[in-house]
């Protein structure tokens, strides 16, 4: 067995607290290649066999990397992937035929071979392809599938998981390389006046139960007999049917609604409560059900608890108007699920929406969408993440066809929540249909949702960037440490890499004529809306590093990171011991960094003086700071990892 190097960027360590992993990456079997030891002698090629020159099996045939899980990020993948196989198109790659003589470079063949001219040597030179799988989609189905907890309904190996949450899987040596951020805001329909569309003869005259917000007693209140107006955007009993959100609330002008438009969705006690999580107004409307012995506990149901206040009144406060909030629940498979879930729970030890069975607590299940709620299963509404235009269907199977009046109350009355890249991106994800016949002329049958804040943040890039916005969350590749190929190390290390520093640089993209890290950052912040990581991306703070639905969610998980031994890094001292071995990804010479905020800090321009056993020697003056909360990871931003792969059929 001879060690050969795969050269590039991947992370060591995942997340701050995480034990450090020493990747070694293993070609499949029947997948090896043999050009570093058995094959002809190429030198113009000093790296032949290494990282991104290496072949595989026998140099005549090329890989396939499966993935699956995240439906947040398949269509995005599914794009890059097809910009991975742009830069392993014949003449363009290597292409191997009969022998890798046919790889040459003009160097070695005095230019006379076309192909050598036009070889890309840097990207896709192996021309590997990548599957992005369908099955099971979700980030938490993703990494059961990679972890084997999940069967995978194809008959083929998952090589990686796509992931909008951080890893997960107990026992499982699985490590994510996070290359782009995202948020996941709330959204409800502001611009829906439901009377335009006659009336709702399957709402009106029925009552609806809420719960009294300092008693917990069930309170039954009729649907407002004359229909209702935009109930998100404030509209109250009595107001214009056609009113609109008031901006400057409370103070109205002309057409404005009298309620308070609901665009915030919080995740702390409530203010002068003196209680805890379970107060939230995200916790009463997505995990309580019922009533609660505690006051201001009960779940929140009647759309003017949220919006008919007075002056000293918050959202979740308010007296009932009869017309129920309809709950859209998300497949809890999904990542986008998981990082509401934590906003909407947290600060909540156990109980409702603490574990994925019960994500979907209060999600409707038909005509009455407060029919059937509570733990376990049995909600029927479950949309996919990111596909407003279920909330269509829904309303179509909860009511005949014939019945625009009450499907459209049903769009109107619907709280959901979804990514802001694909809400920003894809014109179609954050609108719904009203799919009945017999619309009244003129009458708009799509809606667009309304973005809503989040603890009084806007979402943004911006504030997702810098977790700002509480439910910032990073988009991740997981593969595992004891498990990857070369082919899989080899696409997610080009993930990761920019053209500066110590970085392989992208080539030329033959298609369109542009570079390739270039293309790659469109089709991730331009095409699809998220906001792209790579290994020079700066680290956030401590303080920063942790959102407001309790998960730590740092910015340089697409660079090489090393987990500390237990108890972080000692101040006065230049040496750092970590948990095991330092491993070969680790070069003298590197920058390290601290981020700002923890106890410990590094001076300007440390670097690695030199690397034996379990320590790293600075070559700078000794760590300083005092305090309790020392770091538990060293960053080495822009510099990449020198990863050993180990061929078996070498």
Same mark, same amino acid.
């Given at each position: 067995?001879?060690?050969?190097?795969?050269?590039?960027?991947?992370?060591?360590?995942?997340?701050?607290?995480?034990?450090?992993?020493?990747?070694?990456?293993?070609?499949?079997?029947?997948?090896?290649?043999?050009?570093?030891?058995?094959?002809?002698?190429?030198?113009?090629?000093?790296?032949?066999?290494?990282?991104?020159?290496?072949?595989?099996?026998?140099?005549?045939?090329?890989?396939?990397?499966?993935?699956?899980?995240?439906?947040?990020?398949?269509?995005?993948?599914?794009?890059?992937?097809?910009?991975?196989?742009?830069?392993?198109?014949?003449?363009?790659?290597?292409?191997?035929?009969?022998?890798?003589?046919?790889?040459?470079?003009?160097?070695?063949?005095?230019?006379?071979?076309?192909?050598?001219?036009?070889?890309?040597?840097?990207?896709?030179?192996?021309?590997?392809?990548?599957?992005?799988?369908?099955?099971?989609?979700?980030?938490?189905?993703?990494?059961?599938?990679?972890?084997?907890?999940?069967?995978?309904?194809?008959?083929?190996?998952?090589?990686?998981?796509?992931?909008?949450?951080?890893?997960?899987?107990?026992?499982?040596?699985?490590?994510?390389?996070?290359?782009?951020?995202? %948020?996941? +805001?709330?959204? @409800?329909?502001? $611009?829906?006046?439901?009377?335009?569309?006659?009336?709702? *003869? /399957?709402? #009106? =005259?029925? %009552?609806? +139960?809420?719960? @009294?917000?300092? $008693?917990?007693?069930?309170?039954?209140?009729?649907?407002? *007999? /004359?229909? #209702? =107006?935009?109930?998100?955007?404030?509209?109250?009993?009595?107001?214009?049917?056609?009113?609109?959100?008031?901006?400057?609330?409370?103070?109205?002008?002309?057409?404005?609604?009298?309620?308070?438009?609901?665009?915030?969705?919080?995740?702390?006690?409530?203010?002068?409560?003196?209680?805890?999580?379970?107060?939230?107004?995200?916790?009463?409307?997505?995990?309580?059900?019922?009533?609660?012995?505690?006051?201001?506990?009960?779940?929140?149901?009647?759309?003017?608890?949220?919006?008919?206040?007075?002056?000293?009144?918050?959202?979740?406060?308010?007296?009932?108007?009869?017309?129920?909030?309809?709950?859209?629940?998300?497949?809890?498979?999904?990542?986008?699920?998981?990082?509401?879930?934590?906003?909407?729970?947290?600060?909540?030890?156990?109980?409702?929406?603490?574990?994925?069975?019960?994500?979907?607590?209060?999600?409707?299940?038909?005509?009455?969408?407060?029919?059937?709620?509570?733990?376990?299963?049995?909600?029927?509404?479950?949309?996919?993440?990111?596909?407003?235009?279920?909330?269509?269907?829904?309303?179509?199977?909860?009511?005949?066809?014939?019945?625009?009046?009450?499907?459209?109350?049903?769009?109107?009355?619907?709280?959901?929540?979804?990514?802001?890249?694909?809400?920003?991106?894809?014109?179609?994800?954050?609108?719904?249909?009203?799919?009945?016949?017999?619309?009244?002329?003129?009458?708009?049958?799509?809606?667009?949702?309304?973005?809503?804040?989040?603890?009084?943040?806007?979402?943004?890039?911006?504030?997702?960037?810098?977790?700002?916005?509480?439910?910032?969350?990073?988009?991740?590749?997981?593969?595992?440490?004891?498990?990857?190929?070369?082919?899989?190390?080899?696409?997610?290390?080009?993930?990761?890499?920019?053209?500066?520093?110590?970085?392989?640089?992208?080539?030329?993209?033959?298609?369109?004529?542009?570079?390739?890290?270039?293309?790659?950052?469109?089709?991730?912040?331009?095409?699809?809306?998220?906001?792209?990581?790579?290994?020079?991306?700066?680290?956030?703070?401590?303080?920063?590093?942790?959102?407001?639905?309790?998960?730590?969610?740092?910015?340089?998980?697409?660079?090489?990171?090393?987990?500390?031994?237990?108890?972080?890094?000692?101040?006065?001292?230049?040496?750092?011991?970590?948990?095991?071995?330092?491993?070969?990804?680790?070069?003298?010479?590197?920058?390290?960094?601290?981020?700002?905020?923890?106890?410990?800090?590094?001076?300007?321009?440390?670097?690695?003086?030199?690397?034996?056993?379990?320590?790293?020697?600075?070559?700078?003056?000794?760590?300083?700071?005092?305090?309790?909360?020392?770091?538990?990871?060293?960053?080495?931003?822009?510099?990449?990892?020198?990863?050993?792969?180990?061929?078996?059929?070498?």
């Amino acid at each position: 067995m001879r060690p050969r190097k795969l050269r590039n960027r991947f992370a060591v360590a995942t997340s701050l607290g995480a034990a450090a992993m020493s990747a070694v990456l293993m070609l499949g079997v029947g997948m090896a290649g043999t050009a570093s030891a058995a094959g002809p002698s190429i030198p113009a090629f000093p790296n032949f066999g290494a990282y991104p020159n290496w072949l595989p099996a026998n140099d005549q045939i090329s890989n396939v990397d499966h993935s699956e899980g995240s439906d947040t990020t398949l269509f995005m993948m599914q794009s890059i992937s097809d910009l991975y196989a742009q830069a392993g198109l014949f003449p363009f790659s290597c292409q191997p035929t009969t022998n890798n003589q046919d790889c040459l470079t003009p160097a070695a063949n005095s230019g006379n071979n076309p192909n050598n001219t036009q070889s890309d040597v840097n990207d896709n030179f192996a021309a590997t392809e990548e599957l992005q799988g369908v099955n099971d989609v979700g980030s938490g189905n993703g990494q059961g599938e990679l972890c084997g907890t999940i069967g995978t309904p194809v008959n083929t190996t998952v090589d990686y998981s796509r992931s909008s949450k951080p890893f997960g899987v107990a026992g499982c040596a699985g490590q994510g390389l996070g290359y782009a951020k995202d %948020s996941v +805001p709330a959204v @409800d329909f502001q $611009t829906i006046d439901p009377q335009e569309y006659g009336t709702a *003869s /399957g709402y #009106i =005259g029925t %009552s609806f +139960p809420s719960y @009294d917000y300092n $008693t917990g007693a069930t309170v039954m209140t009729p649907f407002p *007999s /004359g229909g #209702i =107006g935009p109930v998100a955007a404030g509209w109250l009993p009595g107001d214009p049917f056609n009113c609109a959100a008031n901006p400057n609330y409370p103070t109205p002008t002309a057409g404005d609604c009298s309620g308070k438009p609901f665009s915030d969705v919080d995740n702390t006690p409530t203010p002068g409560s003196g209680l805890g999580g379970a107060s939230s107004l995200a916790y009463r409307l997505w995990c309580q059900h019922g009533s609660s012995a505690t006051a201001g506990e009960s779940q929140i149901t009647d759309w003017g608890q949220l919006t008919n206040l007075t002056g000293s009144e918050v959202p979740g406060q308010g007296a009932p108007i009869g017309v129920p909030i309809r709950i859209i629940g998300v497949n809890s498979g999904s990542g986008t699920a998981a990082t509401f879930n934590n906003f909407a729970k947290s600060g909540i030890g156990s109980g409702n929406c603490t574990a994925t069975s019960n994500y979907n607590e209060n999600a409707a299940s038909g005509a009455n969408p407060e029919v059937g709620q509570g733990p376990g299963p049995g909600n029927l509404e479950i949309a996919l993440e990111n596909d407003a235009n279920q909330i269509g269907d829904f309303a179509e199977a909860d009511w005949p066809s014939s019945d625009p009046a009450d499907q459209v109350v049903d769009i109107a009355t619907s709280l959901y929540f979804m990514g802001l890249g694909p809400y920003d991106t894809n014109p179609n994800a954050g609108v719904t249909n009203l799919e009945a016949t017999g619309v009244p002329a003129g009458d708009p049958t799509s809606f667009t949702e309304s973005l809503m804040f989040g603890n009084g943040v806007q979402p943004s890039i911006a504030h997702e960037r810098s977790n700002a916005f509480p439910t910032s969350r990073t988009l991740f590749n997981i593969f595992r440490t004891d498990k990857v190929r070369a082919s899989t190390g080899g696409f997610l290390n080009w993930m990761c890499d920019t053209n500066t520093g110590g970085s392989i640089p992208k080539g030329t993209d033959h298609v369109d004529g542009g570079n390739f890290d270039t293309d790659l950052t469109n089709i991730i912040n331009g095409q699809y809306g998220f906001s792209r990581n790579t290994d020079t991306t700066p680290e956030l703070s401590a303080s920063a590093q942790l959102t407001a639905n309790g998960v730590t969610n740092p910015n340089g998980t697409c660079a090489a990171t090393q987990t500390i031994a237990s108890g972080g890094i000692t101040n006065g001292t230049t040496t750092i011991t970590l948990t095991a071995a330092v491993p070969s990804t680790i070069q003298v010479g590197w920058t390290v960094t601290i981020p700002a905020g923890f106890s410990s800090a590094l001076p300007a321009s440390t670097t690695v003086a030199s690397v034996s056993g379990s320590t790293i020697t600075l070559n700078n003056a000794p760590v300083a700071g005092t305090g309790s909360n020392p770091p538990s990871t060293l960053y080495f931003p822009g510099h990449p990892p020198v990863l050993t792969v180990t061929d078996p059929n070498s």
